[in-house]
């Protein structure tokens, strides 16, 4: 066990090392795949561009269960100085997707060295998580147009829970997030002036405005609605003129479909008001859409039965988790579930700069993948 500890320690830090943003994952790719043919015989085939899915055939016919892990980078410059810094300046692996791919790399190599008699097992290690594409781009290739999949299954490690701990949770289990930017074009004037021209400052305090009241942060409650201004630009640094152009950029989260739309929709209107108000030509470009995971409560006693199985305590957390994640494509299509994978109460939060998956708990996921195949088919 401790050699093959070290194989997937030497793994995980040469991924965390050379590091690819979403869409651009083309040497995490070829790794994945010259790991695969060393260590295991499965169908290997490339998918949305710069994924990879390999798959195992038992000898008799059983349930298609197909395990996901997320590949891609982010754009965050890393402040860590250990051996495996990334080389890539400005991008890092700050979410743990160097560990969950890992972690299904792992899981398929145990299941080559230990197989099982009946099912399909699909390991897909997906591009594009960060952006929210990746997992809709998947589900459009053709390699998935006639595919009858059982199950689907994720972890994602979660800072802030003790290791190894195994978090979960019945129906929502990540938020819905959607991601604007809204431009306001209007006209420059004199800054002695600015009644001769139109200027978008008032409307975007107004969209301030309308985020402050219409947020409801209050996880524990069924409506809990979220917006959070992310980027905020408007004019010139030059004191003699009036600004005639303005920018704001908003994230959406809520646990419930129907409110993030209905807000979606309060927002259009508000803007079609500020057009009209302003005198300014509002533009909307809606993007990073991340729909809930919806957790099959089946497939959550399929991983809680794994856990049992590996000895590992297990948590029902109340309300879900406010970050996105496009496994929600998957299980909004198939029944599934993600799960938690504690990653250490005093581990840096998901995103920091100082980030870095803790090695110690890759095992406990490769465990956990495999107890949950012998478990679902």
Known sequence: MNDTNAIF????????????LSGQEYLTQQKIITFLKKYTNFNIVKVANTGVLATYTGVKAGKTILLRADIDALPIYETNTFDHTSTNTGVSHKCGHDGHTTILLGAAKMLAENPIEKGV????????EENGIGALEVLKDIVFKNLQIDYVFALHNLP???????????????????????????????????EKGYNPANAIADIIRFSEEETNNKPAESDFFLVTPIHITMG???????????????????????????KSHKLKKLLQKLHQQYNLNIETSWFEEFYANINDKEAVNIIKNAAKKADLPTENVLYPFKWGEDFGSFTQKYKG????????ENTPALHNPDYDFPDEITTTGITMFYNIIKESV
Not at 10 to 20: G, W
Not at 176 to 190: D, P, R, W
Not at 337 to 344: D, E, K, N, R
Request: avoid cysteine.
């Open 236 to 262: 010139e640094k030059a004191y003699g003129i009036s600004a005639g152009y303005g920018e704001i950029h908003l994230t959406l989260r809520s646990w419930s479909t129907q409110i993030i739309e209905e």
């Open 9 to 20: 320690k030497k793994i995980r830090k040469d991924l965390h090392k050379y590091p690819e």
């Open 337 to 344: 579930a993600m799960f938690g994978l504690g990653a250490g």
């Open 121 to 128: 097992i699909m390991f897909l290690f997906q591009p594009s």
């Open 160 to 194: 802030g829970f003790n290791k190894h701990k195994i978090v979960v949770k019945e129906q929502e289990f990540t938020s819905n997030v959607k991601s604007i930017i809204i431009t306001l074009q209007g006209k420059t004037a004199h800054a002695a002036e600015p």
